[in-house]
Structure formats: structure tokens, C-alpha cells
């Protein structure tokens, strides 16, 4: 998991598996055919998977050339830093959203999913948090997570979240991190049923660097997720980060790994997706990353429980590498001038179900004629029949006009499922829906006619406010939680 630039970070410890990788490894030329198709998304589409990026938000502001390649290429969004602790919660009770909210916001506007990430973590979590007692912090981490979960817990383009991050050593024990000094095995558990209580649909995974392959801390993941699903904890997911090197062996038996974490009933997932070298470049080295970033894509088309590829970062010049590896670099699928590498040709075809240049053009049917329920005086919940596509639909658009006639439609938000609430509606006013759909290669359906909701005149009691908790301090006066 990369910290932000210029802060330290620990060194991933490679997979010395060489001898065993030739049993994985698909030869890949550097050359690459013009066939590949339009975008990744696209290509990941007719796998039915996902391809993400690592969001940084001061780029996704200010670089146009990096946005645009985020727009078009990607149909999933981690946010880098912008939603780990010390981003949205960097005093007691004093929360911070405008990054995380941006990068959801950025994924809505571009028909993108968006992983949480992350929410307990013994590397930037200030040190607020890390001097509390006990009792204090197992309230702080409750309090968090319900509070940033919760923020997007009613948003359907956050699906997911990395709950608990890099627990293990590489021998597969504990990791001495201030969480688990502090309060023990049981905090694991403990997260993932705060995130569970702050969103009860929301996929919940569990995180770690170098349990790609199998080997003794992978057997320790396996062993805890086995065990956590035995009582009832609800660990969704696996994510198998994904820092490789070309300097190192590819770890062995990914597939096998994948798809036995896949049998307890977890969804499995690459988080953060890069490969490294030792600078400068050269054709047996990229010939290698090649090699490396295939053997990943193919491993996860292996595996139907596996979800998608998230890589960390878009472009060279951004990267994290060069700051935390001395000497290291050129990981990712474009170059710091935002040229594509050969190394995106390869990931493009791996993915590339169909061939030919997978330029899907077919758009999906249009969605049945939406229904009103629980019609209140400021909202009213939408549903509709689903729609079809030959590569699957990736969400719909709702979309609003005022008054029973007249009125031009604006959009008011999106759904990943054939139903959607909206909310801040004035009473006794009349409106107008309609739904379209959309595929992962930016097809649209025409819209569905329209259902005509009228709100009510209102008058009822509002919702009583959650009531305020306190947290207990190690030192100084308690702190109540901001309404």
C-alpha cells in the first residue's frame, strides 16, 4: 500500500519463486497487433471484469491529460490517499471529505465503481489515534468507520472498502502494528462489523502485500479468513495487492492461490497493480514486466470469483515507486509523458476477450417504464425492469424534469440496480422520471418513457438525529461526535 510521496514506506520482500513462475508464465511478445480493443474498460468488459486506477486527486484536478486517460480507460476508481485516516480524519472528530468526495464524485460523472480504501491501518493513521488507550481506541475505530462508511453507504457507485490493511509479517504471524498491540486479534473482527453495521451492502475485504502466491503468508490470510467466516464475520473479499518487480521471480501458483481463497466463498481481486524495475529500462526487462502483468490478468480470467485489476497509478511521473525504491521505476502502462507502453498493449489483448479490436458498438435494451414508491414530501424511491446487453450493463442514469409536462430532464444521479431513491424533493410538487442504461464501452439505451411522482404535502416529524457519542480520551476532555 503506497504512502503519499515522500514518506517512507516498507519494503516489499519479493516472492522468490523464478524456478516455479516458468509454470505460470505466458510468453508475450513486445511487439503487440493493432487489434487490441478501443480502452481496458472496454476489453475488461467482455471478461466481465473490472479495470481501475489508483485516483490521485490533485491530478485528477489539474492534469488534463492524466483525467482524460482516467476517464476513458478505467471502469473502477481507488482513491490513492484521499480516503485513508489521516485524509478524512486527521484530528479527533474532525472529518475531512473534499478528496474523497471528488474522487466519488469523478467516478459517478465517468459511469465508474469506487473501492473504499482504507479504513484500519498501522501506516498513515495519526498519532491521535495510536496513543489511545484500549476502550478509547476501539470507540475511535468504531466511530470512524461508521462515520466514513456511512457517509457513502446510500451512494451505489461505492461498492466496496478495504476494512483492515496489511496485518501479517512475512512468516504469516501478527503484525506488532498499535492496533494489534493495543487490542489484540479481536480487532480484525471488530472492524469488518462496524463497516457491516455502517453499510449493510457494501463488499468488505481484507488487504495485503505479498500474498500473491502461496506461501506462508498467504496460508496465514487463508487461514484467518477461513476462520472469520466460521463465526460469522462478514469478510466479503480478498485483495492480493500486486507490487511486483521484474528483478524478482513471479510469485508461484497465483491461479491456485486465487481460486482457493475463491472456494471459501470470497470474492478475490488485485488491489495495486505495478511492476517495477531496476533503471534503466531495457528489452529483457520489459519483456519481463510484460510477461508479469499478463501472467496477473490471465490468472484473474482464470478465476471467476475474481473481481477485476486495480493498478496503482496511471502514468510513470506519478508513480510511487522512484520516491520509496531508490533507483526503481517505470511500473505502470504509460510513460511520464503519457505515451502508452508496450506493456498496455499486452494487458489490453490479455483482457480482450473477442479479438478483432472489441469495438462494441451494440447498445443495451431500453429499461422498463420506472414505478414510484414510498412517496414521501421530499422523496420517492424509483424501480424498473432491468435492461440487456450482449457484454452486461454497468449501471443506469436516472434523470429529472420538473412538472407533469414541459421541463427539459437533467440527470440526478446514477444506479448500478434497477432502483434508486431520490431524496431533497420539495413537498406537493409534481415531477417527472425517466432511466437509461449504459454498458462499460460507454453505450447508451434510449430512455425509458416516463413516470410522473407527485410528493406529498408533508407535515410528518423529520427523522430524529443519530444521538451523539462520546469518546473517552487517555488524556484531556471527552470529545463528542459532530451531529
Avoid at 490478468?297 to 493498478?311: D, L, Q, S, W, Y
Avoid at 515507486?321 to 526503481?328: A, E, L
Wanted: with cysteine; aromatic share 8%.
Amino acid at each position: 500500500m503506497p504512502l503519499k510521496p515522500g514518506r517512507t514506506r516498507r519494503l516489499a520482500i519479493p516472492v522468490l519463486a523464478l524456478a516455479c513462475a516458468a509454470a505460470f508464465v505466458t510468453p508475450f511478445l513486445i511487439t503487440q497487433s493493432a487489434s487490441a480493443a478501443a480502452t481496458l474498460r472496454l476489453a475488461a468488459a467482455t471478461r466481465g471484469k473490472f479495470i481501475g486506477f489508483a485516483a490521485a486527486t490533485n491530478l485528477l484536478t489539474n492534469d488534463a491529460s492524466y483525467r482524460s486517460i482516467a476517464q476513458t480507460e478505467f471502469n473502477q476508481v481507488t482513491a490513492e490517499n484521499a480516503m485513508k485516516w489521516d485524509a478524512t480524519e486527521p484530528n479527533d472528530n474532525q472529518y475531512s471529505f473534499a478528496g474523497a468526495d471528488q474522487v466519488v464524485a469523478f467516478a459517478q460523472a465517468n459511469s465508474q465503481v469506487v473501492h473504499g480504501h482504507t479504513l484500519v491501518w498501522h501506516s498513515q493513521t495519526p498519532g491521535w489515534v495510536q496513543g489511545l488507550s484500549a476502550t478509547a481506541m476501539r470507540t475511535a475505530m468504531q466511530d470512524h468507520i461508521a462515520t466514513v462508511v456511512g457517509r457513502y453507504a446510500s451512494n451505489p457507485a461505492v461498492q466496496s472498502w478495504d476494512v483492515v490493511n496489511e496485518i501479517f509479517n512475512e512468516d504469516g504471524t501478527r503484525r506488532a502494528s498499535f492496533w494489534q498491540n493495543t487490542l489484540g486479534d479481536s480487532y480484525v473482527a471488530d472492524a469488518f462489523r462496524y463497516a457491516r453495521a455502517a453499510d449493510p451492502d457494501a463488499r468488505l475485504c481484507i488487504n495485503d502485500y505479498n500474498v500473491e502466491g502461496i506461501g506462508a503468508k498467504s496460508n496465514a490470510m487463508y487461514n484467518l479468513v477461513q476462520s472469520l467466516r466460521a463465526q460469522n464475520v462478514p469478510v466479503d473479499c480478498v485483495g492480493f495487492q500486486g507490487h511486483l518487480g521484474t528483478q524478482y521471480g513471479f510469485p508461484s501458483q497465483v491461479q491456485q492461490n486465487m481460486q482457493r481463497f475463491a472456494d471459501l466463498g470470497v470474492q478475490v481481486r488485485v488491489t495495486e497493480l505495478d511492476v517495477r524495475s531496476v533503471l534503466p529500462m531495457d528489452a529483457t526487462k520489459t519483456q519481463t514486466q510484460i510477461t508479469y502483468y499478463t501472467n496477473v490478468v490471465n490468472a484473474c480470467i482464470a478465476v471467476t470469483a475474481c473481481a477485476g485489476i486495480t493498478i496503482w497509478g496511471i502514468d510513470d511521473g506519478h508513480s510511487w515507486v522512484p520516491s520509496t525504491f531508490s533507483g526503481q521505476g517505470a511500473a505502470l502502462l504509460w510513460d511520464a509523458s503519457y505515451n502508452r507502453k508496450s506493456v498496455y498493449d499486452a494487458v489490453n489483448a490479455a483482457l480482450d476477450a473477442g479479438g478483432g479490436g472489441g469495438t462494441d458498438t451494440q447498445a443495451p435494451s431500453t429499461p422498463g417504464t420506472p414505478t414510484a414508491s414510498n412517496v414521501t414530501a421530499s422523496a420517492a424511491t424509483l424501480s424498473w425492469t432491468a435492461s440487456t446487453d450482449n457484454v452486461g450493463v454497468s449501471g443506469y442514469d436516472i434523470y429529472r424534469a420538473p412538472g407533469a409536462s414541459g421541463g427539459a430532464f437533467a440527470s440526478v444521479g446514477t444506479s448500478t440496480t434497477t432502483s434508486f431513491t431520490n431524496s431533497g424533493l420539495t413537498a406537493s410538487t409534481t415531477y417527472r422520471y425517466q432511466v437509461r442504461a449504459r454498458d462499460a464501452a460507454g453505450n447508451t439505451s434510449a430512455f425509458s418513457p416516463a413516470v410522473t411522482v407527485t410528493t406529498t404535502t408533508g407535515g410528518g416529524a423529520a427523522p430524529a438525529a443519530a444521538p451523539r457519542r462520546t469518546r473517552s480520551r487517555t488524556s484531556g476532555p471527552a470529545a463528542s461526535k459532530p451531529a
